[in-house]
């Protein structure tokens, strides 16, 4: 089963598609609207955007050339108190560019309609309710705060952005948190300028797009008024009752999911101008980052590093062993700076004295130092969790970079920035779609990043009962993977004594001993295995003569993690994983069997999810095993019934009891 | 391993001469101060420097070794600015574990950022900040700053120890002032910390502290500000942003701060004025007016957070709320203050410490204290308490925000300390009365009625306003014990003049009542679980305590599945103990009908901390009953 976690729609209609007979312009409130008590389809919305437009089109100075203008207009509905919210606005705008000058962006016509004795009150928004501030050096904020508002008030505003960067288009986002009952957004692009639009979401929206002359008149270097004509791509793209996107858990990123409109510039062709590439296929983004001096020559200025190569590998052989060698060595040595690019900053040789870089430093640094052991490695792009999944080729659709080495004809990944990564192991968040990987040529192919091979805890138990219902027992738990990374991640630099506090009170208030544990920090390419020995009197109970216990004991899960009833986002997992539990138990002398647990065998999608239980006894002895493997990192929304109810049935199996009554 | 350390140790001692100077070395910290220690403060001393009423100058340095990653907090390499305060300087020195000096970071490296969090719409404050990526743990920081301002009103507070896990090995505090400023301190649980005090003069004031030994956070303690040591210090004439000041007693404070800086705030339109007369019509009684008022302020305005202003203490003016809509605790109290004044009742501006976790206004320090604003309508010898930020609060509720302690008046002739509404442990009750009934495949439906009242109307009420996916996660968090929960219909009755919330629920869910074989086993006590997780600690240190009870009763309804018989039925249970008393009881009714009573008191207190365990041990009985089963046998 492959998820299905975007769905992107295009629905052209190159007729003209007739404008519905409401008009959306600001202005025009009534008193109906004023009146209206529920949102007509969400009854518990607690305000409602009646309509959101938007329009981008291009002005042109002979200095600068051309700059666009976005213009976006809003009218909200508050229905409840909690939708008060909404009477704030904040907007950040980018003005730390290099060769550019600031974005600019004003607010205007914001007014507060509110019913006063079946009239129309309007109140305007002062200077009093505006706020500008610098959040720091590349970000600037505007911000409004509508005077007057009560539940019932609509809210109108409006605001324009200029933007020299052309570029890069503020995305048009067309879902929030509450619903929208219309929107649209129109875009006049001059010929010069191809760009790419893309529809991201669930929603049914209609589109237009035809060519029309357009014309732009200016001011010349002498002062005189000049005219030009061009060819312009006029697009309109609207749409109706939009729901809201609420907030749920295992999503890997809410952006993935929202409905919005976004543009990539693809091509530039000035006349008389060669015509220049931006980016038309993964291929192509690849092929510009490399170019870029801070990839391209990162990756090939390395002579400073040949001496320390030399010395760390001076008696290592095996390619395998030098590869490892020189990911450890960098992954002691760097430090990361908590700024995740695929570009360099202050370049690999500055970080690599500094002993602190970025995510692209610290990578290429182990990228150079691998190439020069005569290890195959190139760099591969990411694009985080946090950075979602993009849904066209675009620059911006990664946002990191790890290292792609050949070892024995394999491909192993790496990702040195962090303290706890091996080869093959690489941070959580980088686990998310494609990675690209690219060749020292420029060329470049897909590949995956997230692993086939389950991760896997495993863990036995054997425990010894007493009458009175007291357990001893020892365990032995391993992690391999993915897990054994978590593990490390979580604990790695706890002391064993909090770490001890910790577990004893998960596990349900244990008394553990005999604390062990190997590969804790070190050799953290293999599993992590615990082993200790517990007293509990938890899940026995003796009640009437007879022993009631809960086989899986500290791991008997007590909820579904699934107890929403509706689903509208993709149930994320991260990587495949494999948990097996033995528990063998010790009958106390003078009891037998009363009942045992049904072995239950239950499986999802081919078996992208299955889970088995079972019970074997023989003589005083019980053996009890558990396995559930989740095969798939991301299940779509519409298999979430299902899983559900799997969980549901086992957790009853997990639940029942093994009864011991007196012989 | 030691004689190589030692070795290289020797090697950069002499190679690099300034790392002797320092001594910022780690083998020179004791062991005993890395205990529980994530950081070593080596030294942190400030150096306030009051020049005249209307200039201060701070000087920090704070040297610190951080042992690892959870010790970077400790830096603390910031410093905030505005308006009034300039920072003069600010730098630090990296050297790493033997003192060798790694980095240094100048002004310009500092990053420079608004300070106001997301909830605040707007603030003027700036913040400059270290932002330093660690290369190898442990290293050591020397930070040094050096602010002015013409803030006098405000004076640092000294806390000898931070926070948690973090030890210190020298601690030095010099304050110096004029001697006709009325400079006063006042001392804060120095009993078990060794403090001197090295000078104190009436121009001077030094304090030194060394060893005090890092200490590990434990539940329920009090907020570490009343556990260790703390100097307040003030001036009883100072200075803030623009206005002089005067804070002899609280009288002359609150005087002050009703004539300098409230005065001229509460001026409404006259067109208002009539609109409030006619809302309140012939009515006389003081208590309705102000009811009238306070549901009229509720209705029109907003809760927003702009901190401009005599460093966010003066009031927008009344005016503007009336026509905005809007502003923060103490623009609204103020606007509801100036529209009472319309209809003749008087109101008193009252400052506090806003906060779940109760904290007084320190009545015998006269200075500027507090975090938020509400409004007291005196009332024969009570007053009424406004929270005028709420839009939902029913009428003088003080809720967990605002309840039991000590506030500042603001009355016209001088300022008086009040405590505010305590609310007994016995009327924070929450009663429940429902029925459910299992089937025979062990699947569950029922409805509840839970009243909630006193400090747990608080906590409840909120359920109201949540969005339906809100709610649902609310509920089946609330019965995370019941799996596969299912909720039906949901209705609320928020009753409050008599500050009472309802909730009326139906829920169902399948396999409530696992079935091992011919057995079904099931949890009595389906609706309310103890869910207080009371942790074992190993030798707790600091004392306990429980800000509020509270009472909770239940009556349920049991209905059993028809063909099976009963095989166990928990036994009747009784606890009673200092902490509180808890019982449950089981009736059967006839054969397959049971009434389950249970009722859970929880008194409020200060506890040591050895009776924590004795805590534990309590709460732990209650969960074990609370968990008691019922065992069914098929016929």
Known sequence: MRARFLLICFVFFWNNVKVLAQKYELGKVTVAELQEKVHPIDSSAPAAILFKKGKTIFTYNYKTGFSAVHTYEFKIKIYKKEGLKWADQKVQYYVGYQNLNED????????????????????????????????????????????????????????????????????????????????????????????????????????????????????????????????????????????????????????????????????????????????????????????????????????????????????????????????????????????????????????????????????????????????????VLVSTVENGVPVYPTRTGFNYVIVAAEIDEKQVLLDASRKFTSPDILPLNTLNWKGRLIKSDGTSKEIDLVPIKPSK?????????????????????????????????????????????????????????????????????????????????NFVESIGGKLYISPMLFYTPSKNPFVQENRQMGIYFGYPKQEKLFVNIDIPEGYTIEILPKPTRLSLEENAISLSLNVLSEGNKIQFIFTKDINNSIFAAEHYNALKTLFQKMLASQNEKIILKKA | ???????????????????????????????????????????????????????????????????????????????????????????????????????????????????ASGSTLFSDNRVLFLDYTPITYPFTVAYSSEIETSNTAFIPRWYFIGGYNVSVENCILNVSFPNNLGFKKKEFQFEDFKIKKTVDTDTKLSYEAHNILAQKAEDYSPYPSDLYPKVMMGLEHFHLEGVDGTATTWEAFGKWYGDKILAGTTT??????????????????????????????????????????????????????????????????????????????????TILYGDRYKSNIQSDFVSMQGNHMILAVPNGNNYIWLECTSQDDPFGYQGTFTDDRDVLVVKPQGGEIVRTTIYEDKGNTQNGKGTYTINENGDFSGNLKIASQGSQYASKSRVETFQPHEKEKHYKDYWGNINNLKLGKITFTNDKENIRFTEDVQIAASNYGVISGNKMIFTVDAFNQNSDNVKRIRNRKNPFQIQRGYLDTDEIEINLPAGFSIEFLPQNYELKGKFGEYKTEIIKNDSNKLTYKRSMFLNKGKYSNKEYDEYRLFMEQVSRNDNAKIILTKN
Request: aromatic share 12%; net charge neutral; charged share 25%.
């Open chain 1, 457 to 537: 805890e495993n863990a036995s138990i054997t425990i010894k009962l007493n009458e009175d219902g007291k357990i001893n027992g020892k365990v032995r738990i391993q992690r391999t993977d993915y897990e054994a990374y978590k593990f490390r991640v979580q604990n790695g630099n706890r002391n064993q004594d909090s770490y001890l506090e910790k577990l004893e009170q998960q596990l349900g208030d244990l008394k553990i001993s005999d604390y062990g544990i190997t590969n804790k920090i070190s050799n953290i390419s293999d599993p992590i295995v615990e082993t200790f020995s517990f007293e509990t009197n």
């Open chain 2, 268 to 349: 409404l339109p006259e067109e208002t004025k009539t609109k409030i007369k006619a809302l309140v019509g012939n009515e006389t009684d003081l208590v309705k007016k102000t009811k009238i008022i306070y549901d009229y302020v509720q209705k029109k305005s907003r809760y927003v957070n702009i901190a401009v202003g005599i460093g966010g203490w003066k009031p927008m003016l009344a005016s503007d709320v009336d026509r905005l809509g809007y502003g923060d605790c103490k623009a609204l109290s103020n606007y509801t203050k100036a529209l009472l004044q319309v209809v003749d009742v008087p109101s008193y501006n």
């Open chain 1, 104 to 379: 600019l962006l004003s607010f205007s016509n914001a007014v507060t309609y509110n019913l006063e004795n079946g009239k129309i009150e309007k109140t305007k928004l002062e200077n009093q309710g505006t706020f500008k501030r610098k959040i720091n050096e590349y970000w600037n904020e505007k911000g409004i705060t509508f005077p007057n508002v009560k539940v019932g008030s609509i809210l109108e505003y409006k605001y324009v952005l200029k933007s020299e960067n052309i570029v890069q288009f503020p995305d048009f986002d067309f879902q929030f948190s509450i619903p929208v009952n219309y929107f649209e957004y129109k875009t006049q692009f001059p010929e010069f300028y191809i760009y790419k639009a893309l529809l991201v979401g669930t929603s049914t929206i209609e589109n237009t797009s035809k060519i029309v002359s357009g014309s732009q008149s200016y001011e010349n270097e002498y002062g005189q008024s000049r005219n030009f004509l061009y060819q312009q791509i006029d697009s309109f793209y609207s749409g109706k009752d939009i729901p809201a996107l609420k907030e749920e858990p295992y999503v890997n990123n809410i952006e993935n999911y929202r409905g919005s409109i976004k543009h990539e510039l693809e091509r530039v062709r000035m006349p008389e101008q060669p015509v220049k590439d931006y980016t038309i296929t993964w291929e192509g983004v690849a092929s510009t980052i490399f170019k870029d001096d801070h990839f391209g020559k990162e990756i090939n200025k390395n002579s400073f590093l040949l001496e320390d190569v030399k010395k760390i590998l001076a008696n290592v052989q095996s390619p395998k062993e030098r590869m490892n060698v020189i990911f450890q060595y960098v992954q002691n040595k760097m430090n990361w700076n908590e700024k995740n690019s695929y570009y360099t900053d202050k370049g690999v040789e500055k970080a690599y004295t500094d002993q602190t870089g970025n995510i692209a430093e610290i990578n290429f640094i182990l990228l150079n130092m691998l190439k020069w052991a005569g290890i195959e490695a190139n760099p």
């Open chain 2, 1 to 115: 391993m030691k004689n190589l350390c030692y070795a290289l140790f020797f090697l950069i001692f002499t190679s690099h001469s300034f790392a002797q100077k320092n001594n910022y070395s780690i083998l020179k910290i004791s062991d005993s101060l890395k205990d529980n220690a994530n950081a070593v403060l080596r030294l942190d001393q400030m150096d306030i420097n009051i020049l005249s009423q209307r200039s201060m100058n701070i000087k920090k340095q704070r040297v610190i070794t951080v042992l690892n990653q959870k010790g970077l907090n400790e830096i603390d390499g910031y410093e905030y600015y505005d308006k009034s305060t300039y920072i003069k300087s600010i730098e630090a020195v990296v050297y790493d574990a033997f003192g060798n000096e790694i980095k240094k970071i100048k002004r310009k490296d500092f990053k420079d950022q608004s300070a």
